[in-house]
Each structure stands twice: as C-alpha cells, then as structure tokens.
C-alpha cells in the first residue's frame, strides 16, 4: 500500500500474501498479471534505518578489533560494506543493474535475467517476471555431465559481466541462482553489483 497506493490489489489478477522466498533486505511474493507470474519484491519497512544502526554497531566492534590488532586497518572494509549495504536498498538502482545484466548476457543463452515490469516497480518494490528453476545444491549429486554442464552456465554469468564490461555480480550465494530443467542458470538478485575499472579487469585477466 506505501508503496502502490491503498488500492494496490487492483494492480494483479493474484497476489500470493504468504512469502514464496525471503532475504535479509526483503521477501519476495508471487503474483500474476495479464496471465504472467510475476515476482513481486518488497522491502521490510524501515529498513534504511536498521541497515545504519548494523553499520554503526559494525564500526564499533572495528575499533575494538583494531585496539589489539593493527595489522589490517578496517576503515576501507567498513567502508566498502556501508557503501555496498546503502545500494541494496535502492531497488530502483537493482531495476538499473538488472537491465544491465541482461544486456550484458542478452549472447548468453543459456543464462536468463528476469525482466522488470516499471509500472509496478518503486525504489521499495521491484517486479519482475517469475523465472521457475530449482535450486542450485538439489544437483548436487548429479552425475559428472550434469554438473559440468551446470559449472560451466555459472562461470560465463559470473565471469562473462568481469571480462567484457568489468561489472561483478556481488553476492554470489546459491539462493541467487536457480536451474532450468535444461540446465540453463537463473541468475537473480542485482542489488548488490561493483564496477571496476578497465584496468583492474585487464591485470586480473593477465595474471590468470
């Protein structure tokens, strides 16, 4: 309702009030429009607020590490982090990121990004089309050409956005990937992306 107005049911033919996922930002819920499931995320509410108070309690057990230990200084990590955790909370910016994806793999086709609907996306919700797939460990115990196939769709939607546009997705954990029944890879969830420069990208690749 914050978000699409009071009368926000009329924006689908279904919306599904238990979550089908949740993270540590935000939960997602299925919902269908026009006969096409979508996937509706939306922020927990007053999440700019707890997100600062993690990251002043961060800082404070930083500056107690660093009384007995200077051996790393933590004022860039921390720096690094605040900067990472205060852009996962735009979703307008993950819609960006998202279509930056998916033009960056649109040669890819055995990688899929889900495609947002902008009418009912705000900077607190993002949907986007529902992209079925189990997940990533039930193929655990494939055999050998299953999960080769499987390794290889992982690397190109990881390393295909580093070397060509030096862009990473940056929170690569298994619940950000899920697989087709043709092996093809989901990748899903945008907000948190590091840009690098040329540069950068040319020393890794020249010392792999």
């Keep these: 309702a914050a978000e699409l107005g009071p009368d926000w049911q009329n924006s ?25 499931k979508l996937a509706c995320k939306l922020q927990y509410p007053d999440m700019n607020s707890a997100v600062e108070a993690d990251l002043a309690q961060l800082k404070l057990i930083f500056s107690v590490y660093q009384r007995y230990d200077r051996t790393i200084d933590t ?6 982090i605040s900067e990472r955790l205060r852009e996962e909370l735009d979703y307008d910016r993950e819609r960006r990121h998202m279509e930056l994806f998916a033009e960056i793999l649109k040669g890819e086709k055995n990688i899929h990004v889900p495609e ?33 196939k499987i ?10 956005p ?11 954990h298994l619940g950000n990937y899920s697989i087709r029944t043709n092996l093809d ?3 899903l969830d945008f907000g948190c992306i590091r840009v ?12 792999y």
């Design 75 to 80: 004022t860039n990590v921390h720096k690094e």
């Design 185 to 187: 890879i989901n990748l």
């Design 12 to 36: 689908f033919e279904e919306f599904e009030r238990r979550a089908a996922a949740a993270a540590s930002l935000g939960q997602v819920h299925r919902a269908m429009l026009n006969g096409v």
């Design 196 to 207: 690098f420069d040329a540069t950068f990208v040319q020393g890794v690749i020249d010392l």
């Design 116 to 148: 947002v609907k902008h009418s009912l996306s705000t900077k607190r919700l993002l949907t986007m089309n529902w992209l079925d797939g189990q997940p990533l460990l039930e193929f655990r115990e494939a055999d050998l050409e299953t999960r080769n």
């Design 151 to 160: 390794a290889l769709n992982m690397f190109r939607a990881w390393y295909v």
């Design 162 to 172: 580093f070397y060509s546009s030096g862009v990473i997705h940056g929170d690569p």
